[in-house]
């Protein structure tokens, strides 16, 4: 059973930068691909970021492209997400996911974190 612990949510203003921590604990933390995804309050969840366990780099969705950066430190089990420029529609619960050998990120990935805070006001 995978655990996903994210962290660093918090109050920002808009335009600024805020970095969310994911550690999992998995072994083989390299066969898996890693979504971030958000859920603002009233809406559907929605993905952000994917970084697929035999990708050199993540994809976005188009929301976030070039303000967000993911990555990912497979020996220690970590997974980022650098967020800059945030806006007002940025805030929501954003949550790490993952799954084992997976070619893409999607809503029914196998294993989901408690979720982590960003308000983005003012």
């Known amino acids: 059973q995978l655990q996903l612990v994210e962290s660093g949510g918090g109050l920002v203003q808009p335009g600024g930068s805020l970095t969310l921590s994911c550690a999992a604990s998995a072994v083989t933390f390299d066969y898996y691909t890693i979504g971030w995804f958000r859920q603002a309050p009233g809406k559907e969840r929605e993905g952000v970021s994917c970084?697929?366990?035999?990708?050199?780099?993540?994809n976005y969705a188009d929301s976030v492209k070039g303000r967000f950066t993911m990555s990912r430190d497979n020996a220690k089990r970590m997974v980022y997400l650098q967020m800059n420029s945030l806006k007002l529609e940025d805030t929501a619960v954003y949550y790490c996911?993952?799954?084992?050998?997976?070619?893409?990120?999607?809503?029914?990935?196998?294993?989901w974190g408690k979720g982590t805070l960003v308000t983005v006001s003012s």
């Open positions: 996911a993952a799954e084992r050998v997976s070619s893409s990120c999607h809503d029914g990935m196998d294993y």
């Open positions: 970084f697929s366990h035999s990708w050199a780099s993540a």
